[in-house]
């Protein structure tokens, strides 16, 4: 394996924890705590993503033992020096305290011939002082969907953090999937997962919360010079512009979820990257039949805070929680809220950019709300898969509309017989807002296909990829893996990627909800 540049900026300009205790424990005045990754008794490649090798400079020649051992954290490589970083957040609406890395150790940051920096993160590599008690260690089936996730999102465009490599660790390591008092061994594993910058909300709301302001403003100012040197002017006006920026790197983000069906399911502010990428795969999972009070989070089944349809509200309640952080350093609070507004916009525009898109509209306003509500109306109450749906109304025919496109986007007859005059009533005024539009019929359809996938990550195709892993057997997440790098495009042989959800997978552990055991 070729060398990698690190140039660890985070661990130069920032100040460390003082002590190398892993032990579980209060860190203050400090942003990291260095800790090397633990020793694994038999690491092995299970998969790798040529696509994010690239963006470090490896290709297929640099796969050897070295790649092994620098990813699974067994090997020391010149320049790496690993550390946990030291967060808070509020968890489910409720400030949580100090919570940091727990299981994710961080080798360094890299620069890659272009100058790019990309930070090389181990999540599953062993205990931390911020593990709380817990043992570092992660699971082949949640390691598997966010190696799964984070390339499959990248692919469909979504901005978000990637994955390198998916490691097993030869271990077996105890975990109560569903919290009921039966835990049971599972096989280890370890996914590197890279991004430009892993700082969150929480890393800001931790000094706050202390009163650090001298390390809250000596974070905010690294940040803004590291991650955002684009950003002009100085001091507290450049801070407010900072946050700005924020807001509308996360209303991209969130308008991105909605366009394609995602679900993250933890939306706490230590998992809201301050770059708008899409961080920390959980129990996420995909809109299938659509429910916008649909969440996967087995936690949060009661509450169902984390549902599909209040994602945008829950960002705009996370940015306000870091609006507060930041309030003693930029000192400006009708700046924040001009920030917040930013937020508002920017969703509300990059929102109907996507509506247009994924209807086949040149541009999309306030007469055409009704229409979008309307067909989400009729899709939760006749169980119409939303990637079906949209993907079916791109064969739609204005001048002759019908239902047979959405045919396969049907989970029961019946309800599909029910609704069958209402959907004739509403593609009725579909083709008729179609027929108004500019756009002919080959650049409706052009922009229909690149806005709607045929491909995503359904949670019972993961579950099938796991249980196969489980097995020794990696090949149906790589045949998943190469459709999705494709997700617009239809592919002879794919057909089972994009049907629908099976019945027998409706309640099945894994297919449709999930905890947040990893």
Request: charged residues 25%; hydrophobic residues 40%.
């Amino acid at each position: 394996m070729r060398p990698l540049h690190f140039d660890n900026r985070f661990l130069r300009e920032l100040p460390g924890d003082a002590s190398r205790d892993t032990g579980p424990r209060v860190v203050e005045h400090a942003m990291y705590s260095r800790v090397d990754p633990a020793r694994m008794p038999a690491p092995e490649l299970l998969a790798w993503s040529p696509e994010a090798a690239a963006r470090i400079d490896l290709d297929a020649t640099d796969i050897d033992a070295g790649f092994v051992g620098l990813f699974s954290g067994q090997h020391r490589v010149e320049g790496a020096a690993p550390f946990a970083s030291n967060y808070g957040g509020h968890q489910f609406g409720h400030w949580a305290g100090q919570l940091g890395d727990g299981r994710a150790i961080s080798l360094g940051e890299t620069l890659n011939a272009q100058g790019e920096r990309w930070e090389l993160q181990l999540k599953g590599a062993g205990r931390t002082p911020y593990s709380r008690g817990a043992d570092g260690r992660a699971v082949l089936r949640s390691s598997l969907r966010e190696f799964l996730c984070s390339e499959a999102m990248h692919h469909l465009g979504v901005p978000t953090t990637r994955a390198l490599c998916l490691i097993g660790t030869g271990e077996r390591v105890v975990r109560d999937m569903f919290y009921d008092g039966h835990p049971q061994h599972e096989p280890g594993a370890i996914v590197c997962r890279m991004a430009p910058s892993f700082i969150r909300f929480g890393h800001f709301e931790l000094p706050a919360s202390r009163g650090d302001l001298a390390l809250l403003e000596q974070l905010v100012e690294f940040t803004i010079e590291r991650d955002f040197p684009e950003l002009p002017g100085s001091g507290k006006a450049r801070r407010a512009d900072w946050f700005a920026d924020i807001c509308a790197r996360t209303a991209r983000m969130i308008a991105e979820w909605m366009r394609v069906g995602f679900v993250h399911g933890v939306m706490n502010t230590d998992n809201m990257s301050v770059l708008g990428l899409t961080i920390d795969y959980g129990p996420y999972g995909w809109i299938e039949p659509y429910d916008p009070d649909w969440t996967p989070n087995t936690t949060d089944a009661q509450r169902r805070r984390y549902r599909f349809g209040r994602q945008p509200d829950v960002a705009y309640w996370n940015l306000g929680c870091l609006a507060s952080a930041l309030a003693p350093v930029v000192d400006d609070d009708e700046a924040l809220r001009r920030g917040l507004q930013h937020y508002v916009d920017t969703l509300t525009r990059h929102s109907r950019h996507h509506h247009a898109r994924k209807l086949g509209l040149e541009h999309f306003g306030d007469d055409d709300l009704p229409l979008l509500q309307d067909l989400h109306t009729l899709m939760a109450r006749a169980q119409m898969d939303m990637t079906l749906t949209f993907r079916g109304l791109c064969d739609v025919d204005p001048q002759a509309p019908s239902c047979e496109p959405l045919e396969a986007a049907f989970y029961d007859a019946a309800l599909r017989a029910s609704h069958d005059e209402a959907m004739q009533s509403w593609l009725a005024r579909y083709a008729a807002r179609l027929r108004a539009d500019a756009w002919d019929d080959a650049t409706r359809r052009e922009h229909m296909l690149a806005a709607n996938p045929c491909y995503v990550p359904r949670n019972y195709l993961a579950q099938q990829a796991i249980e196969r892993a489980e097995q020794g057997d990696m090949q149906a997440l790589e045949d998943w893996l190469d459709v999705l790098r494709h997700p617009y495009t239809e592919q002879a042989g794919a057909e089972v990627y994009a049907a629908r959800r099976p019945a027998w997978a409706a309640q099945r552990a894994g297919c449709s909800m999930l905890s947040c055991s990893s």
